[in-house]
C-alpha cells in the first residue's frame, strides 16, 4: 500500500461501488496517523530526519496496537526508556512527541489494531511515498 505524504489521492470509501466502506489502505491510516509528528521536522530537514519520526510513529503504533490487544503494558514507559539511548538534545522533543503520538493512536485510531510490518519511504517530486503492509 501506498500513500503519499501530503499529496494524498482522495478514496470514495466504497466497496466495488456499492456503497460499503473499505478499509483505509494501512499507508494512508498511517499516513494520517504520522502527520503531526512529521509536521514538527522542517520542511528543509533531510529524509533522515523524516524517517526517524515515522520511526518513532510506527514504533508507537505498533506498541499501542500491542497494548489494546493484551499483549503488553506500559506501552509509553517503555518508548520513553528507549528513548533515553537519543542524545539529550533531542530526547526531550522524541519523548513528547511518543506522548502525544500515543494520545493521538488511542483517541483516533483505537479500533485499527492493525500491526505495521515492512514500510518503506519512496521519494517523490513534493515529498515522499510512504508504502506499508500489515503484518499478517
Known sequence: M?????????????????????????????????????????????????????????????????????VRTDVLDAIKKDLEKVPDAGRAAFSAMAEQLYARKRAYFTTDLRYVGQWDMLPTKTGFTLRCEPLA
Open 2 to 70: 501506498n500513500d503519499t505524504m501530503g499529496d494524498a489521492a482522495a478514496d470514495d470509501g466504497t466497496v466495488n461501488g456499492q456503497g460499503a466502506a473499505a478499509p483505509e489502505p494501512l499507508s494512508k491510516t498511517l499516513a494520517d496517523f504520522a502527520r503531526t509528528a512529521l509536521a514538527a521536522v522542517p520542511l528543509k530537514s533531510t529524509t533522515r530526519m523524516h524517517h526517524l519520526m515515522l520511526t518513532l510513529a510506527i514504533r508507537v503504533w505498533n506498541e499501542c496496537v500491542a497494548e489494546a490487544r493484551g
